[in-house]
Structure formats: C-alpha cells, structure tokens
C-alpha cells in the first residue's frame, strides 16, 4: 500500500471514530398499570432500563404529573435505598424497581403519572463555537388506578 | 391349597403370572419462563443489535415413569425468527418420586421482534407409538422496548451575530422494537452569564413523523440563529430528545 493511501485510510478512520455513538437509551415497559389500588394502600412495579453507548453513563430518575409523588425508585438488587439517579455500564441494563403508594387520602380517580429517565449530557468540547449536546429523555407512562376497594 | 387368585399351587412348583400395564399419556405440568428479562410471562428485549435468551422449562409428568417419553418438543406461534417448527428440548434430572422431568430449551429472541404474544406450545410424545402425546402451552409476552441512540454533540460552528448557522443533523437510531416518534426540545446556550434562547434553535422536524423499529434511523435538522447584540464565546446547552411509541 502507498503512503498515500495509508493517510487517507487513517484519516478516514479517524472521521469514523470521531462519529461514534456518544449516548444511548432504553426503557422496557414503556407504560405500565396498577389496577384496583386503595388509599394508603404500597404497590410495586419495575422498568429495564438499557445503557446501549460503548461508554457507562448515569441516568437520572424522576417523575411528573398527578400521584408522582407516591412514586419512589430503587436498584432491583438494592430494594431498600430509594434513589434518583443509577449508573449502568456501557452495552448494559439495569432493573429499576418502582414502589408507589397511594396516599392516605387520593381521591378515587386514575391517575397518569409519567416518569423520566434520562441521560446526563458529557462535558462540552466544542472547539470555540455554539455547541449543543443532546439529553435523551426517555418516558414512562403509568396509570394507577385508586378504587378504594378493599379485597 | 388354592391361593387367593385362584392359581392351583402344587408343592416345589411356580405357576405363570401375566398382567399388561397401560400406556398414559405424559402430561405437561408446567411451562415457565426465566432469564434476564423475563418477569413471569413477560419479557423485555434487549434493544438492537442484541438478542435475549430465554430459557423454556416444562415439567413433564409420565405415569409410566420418566423413561417412558420418548422425546418433548416446543413450537411457538407467531413464529419468533430462527424458531419455527419444532424445537427440541433437553432432558433434565428425573424427579424419581414425583415421576417428573423437567425439559428445557433456550431461545435467543432478535431485538427487532414485535411485541405482542407468543404461544408456547409443548408436546411430549410417548414410547409407545399407540399413546396420544400429551401438550399444554403458555404465553410468553415479549413487551416494547423504547431505545434510541444518538451521535455526539451539534457543534453549530463560529457564527456572526444576526446569523444563522448552516444546518446541522442529529442522527438518532431507533434500537427498540416499535416504532416510535421523536419529541424535539431545544434548550437555551449560555457562556458564562450570556444565554442565547431555546427559541433560537429552529427545527423543521415533524412530531408525527416515525422512525421504524430494528435500527433504523432518521436526521433531525436543527439551525442556530444568532441575534444581534449577543456577546461572543463558546455557547453550550442541550437539545432533548423524548422519544415515544407511536
């Protein structure tokens, strides 16, 4: 092979390196329901959540909407220390465990929460300009459903 | 001396004893799930490119002892790739007490398989070609999976103010199994304690718009505007991408 050539199938390699994947993100379910729940009543649920990037990265939990407050997450493996941000190695997933429990006085109604996983931004690099860097916000949607009836 | 049966005994002499035992059918006493992703009935697939492993087990009861099934074999409709027809499934240990074995097969599910579910159905056949097989089935329910990937950062260059960039592209990938729209939220840029606004940020991108399941993709053109009057430096901040099932 020429020299030429070897510079060019470098710089070459170097352009696809530089493209690669920077981050990556998936939830399964996407949606989820708890039926048949009462006031005061503690439920559970849980969500995968994949880290697909070549690199680790943190993924932050949260959740809006009408009954988010019930809702608290854990490591499946760790299922008494409440947290709201996990850690997943790169080209793997963790199990989130969801508890939710209902308020002692919700009224009897559905209710949607929806939570978020979403990713942390790596630092910017840019080399002097404008640079945005893209946050993937994954949503869960939930729906509980608060009959008050007692089985 | 006549015994109980009815069989003359005559001393220092053995009589003959006949008796045919009947074939039975084996019944499947069990299906079950297991693996990395299975929660019960359910499992959630690992996004694009992986596959997940799904491990079959039927606990198959004989009451001609476990050495009576000729073989046992699992079929699954609609066919998941890679597995149509029969699959063959592996004897385990033998309960002796319970006349039980349990049998087992592993499937790798491809990341691309639609949600929805899949009926497991396992047949054991006897040794005896004149005993009906015995079956039974479960459904396995492959759940969506919501995944995307994106390429790094949007670096919209060096711009004069009242300007606007060239267009940019965000490549994102759908990884999951359904298809899905994409949300597209710009944020606001900021140097120091200089913001340039969200709004700044312009995207022709169409919510509607689907991206398919099974690793294709599509690119979300974005352009920044730079207003008159912006203080100059190096201006960060993100752009959310909310992915969702169509």
Redesign the interface.
């Known amino acids: 092979m020429r020299k030429e050539e070897i510079v060019i199938l470098l710089i070459g390699l170097m352009m696809v390196l530089?493209?690669?994947?920077?981050?990556?993100?998936?939830?399964?379910?996407?949606?989820f329901t708890i039926s048949d729940t009462v006031e005061g009543g503690e439920y559970e649920s849980?969500i995968?959540v994949?880290n697909?990037?070549d690199a680790e990265g943190d993924y932050k939990l949260s959740a809006t909407g009408a009954g988010s407050e019930w809702i608290t997450f854990y490591r499946a493996e760790y299922p008494e220390t409440p947290v709201n941000k996990i850690h997943i190695k790169g080209?793997s997933?963790e199990r989130v465990l969801l508890k939710i429990k209902v308020a002692d006085d919700a009224p009897t109604m559905e209710y949607r929460p929806t939570i978020f996983v979403t990713t942390s931004?790596?630092e910017?690099?840019?080399?002097?300009?404008?640079?945005?860097?893209?946050?993937?916000?994954?949503?869960v949607s939930a729906t509980i459903l608060v009959t008050g009836t007692r089985h | 001396m006549v015994a109980a049966v009815g069989v003359p005994i005559v001393n220092g002499e053995s009589a003959t004893a006949e008796a045919t035992v009947s074939g039975k059918s084996p019944v499947i006493n069990s299906i079950t799930f297991s693996g990395?992703?299975v929660?019960g009935t359910?499992v959630?697939?690992?996004?694009?490119p992986?596959t997940t492993s799904v491990t079959i087990t039927a606990v198959v009861y004989c009451e001609n002892g476990h050495n009576a099934v000729a073989g046992v074999t699992a079929n699954i409709l609609p066919v998941i790739v890679g597995y149509s027809g029969s699959i063959a499934m592996d004897k385990g240990t033998p309960d002796q007490q319970a006349h039980t074995c349990p049998y087992t097969t592993t499937i790798d599910i491809p990341s691309n398989t639609a949600k929805g579910g899949y009926n497991v159905t396992v047949t054991a056949t006897h040794n005896s070609g004149t005993v009906d097989p015995g079956t039974g089935s479960e459904t396995l329910t492959v759940?969506?999976?919501?995944?995307?990937?994106?390429?790094?950062?949007?670096?919209?260059?060096?711009?004069e103010p009242g300007e606007s960039?060239a267009a940019k592209t965000?490549r994102v990938?759908n990884?999951?199994n359904?298809d899905i729209t994409i949300g597209v939220a710009?944020?606001a840029?900021s140097h120091g304690g200089d913001t340039?606004s969200a709004g700044c940020?312009a995207t022709t991108w169409i919510l509607a718009t689907t991206i398919a399941a099974g690793n294709e993709y599509a690119d979300v053109p974005?352009t920044?505007t730079?207003p008159l009057g912006t203080p100059d430096g190096?201006?960060?901040?993100?752009?959310?991408?909310?992915?969702?099932?169509a």
């Open positions: 530089s493209c690669s994947t920077v981050q990556a993100v998936g939830v399964s379910p996407p949606s849980s995968m994949y697909t990037a080209h997933k931004p790596p910017a690099t840019g080399g002097g300009g404008a640079v945005a860097q893209p946050v993937l916000q994954m949503p | 990395d992703g929660s359910d959630s697939l690992n996004p694009h992986g759940l969506a999976t919501v995944a995307i990937a994106d390429l790094a950062a949007v670096e919209f260059g060096t711009i960039s965000v990938t990884l999951g359904v710009p944020g840029l340039i940020i974005v920044l730079v190096a201006y960060t901040g993100v752009i959310t991408f909310t992915p969702a099932e």
